[in-house]
């Protein structure tokens, strides 16, 4: 979660105008907002400018496109919630934009950026199974 200062006045007045008021009242009290109501804000130039300048990203970084029903609620949440290592996978297709986000954020926290073939995906979920399931098809 990331943490609002409130003595910064520039970053509360556009916060307060970027976001919905149920959002405005939960960061002010919780200090804290949920993952799509970050990305529904950062979709602000303004406000991801004034927040990558402040956690150390390049200014022109620009966020790829975060699905409500895959990133938001599904895959990127249950990752933030119940995260199991320390790493970043990206599908070899993914769009610059992607590529060019998620390296800056790896670069940023020290960590590697891995991408995989998609076409692979499923011979490697054979493998997988075949070796938790030695045995069975």
Not at 97 to 106: G, I, M, S
Not at 119 to 129: F, P, Q, T, W
């Given at each position: 979660m990331y943490c609002v200062d409130s003595k910064h006045p520039e970053m509360m007045t556009l916060l307060k105008e970027a976001l919905s008021k149920a959002d405005h009242d939960k960061l002010m009290s919780s200090k804290s907002l949920s993952v799509s109501s970050i990305n529904r804000m950062l979709q602000q130039l303004e406000i991801r400018e004034m927040m990558w300048e402040r956690i150390g990203l390049p200014k022109d970084l620009?966020?790829?496109?975060?699905?409500?029903?895959?990133?938001?609620?599904?895959?990127?949440?249950?990752?933030?919630?119940?995260?199991?290592?320390?790493?970043?996978?990206?599908?070899?297709?993914?769009?610059?934009?992607?590529?060019?986000?998620?390296?800056?954020?790896?670069?940023?926290?020290?960590?590697?950026?891995?991408?995989?073939?998609?076409?692979?995906?499923?011979?490697?979920?054979?493998?997988?199974?075949?070796?938790?399931?030695?045995?069975?098809?």
């Open positions: 620009e966020i790829p496109n975060l699905t409500d029903d895959y990133h938001l609620y599904g895959n990127l949440s249950e990752v933030v919630h119940g995260p199991q290592g320390s790493f970043v996978y990206l599908s070899n297709d993914a769009s610059e934009v992607e590529t060019r986000f998620w390296q800056a954020v790896c670069d940023k926290f020290g960590k590697t950026l891995d991408m995989f073939d998609r076409k692979k995906v499923a011979s490697g979920k054979k493998v997988l199974n075949a070796k938790r399931h030695p045995g069975k098809k």
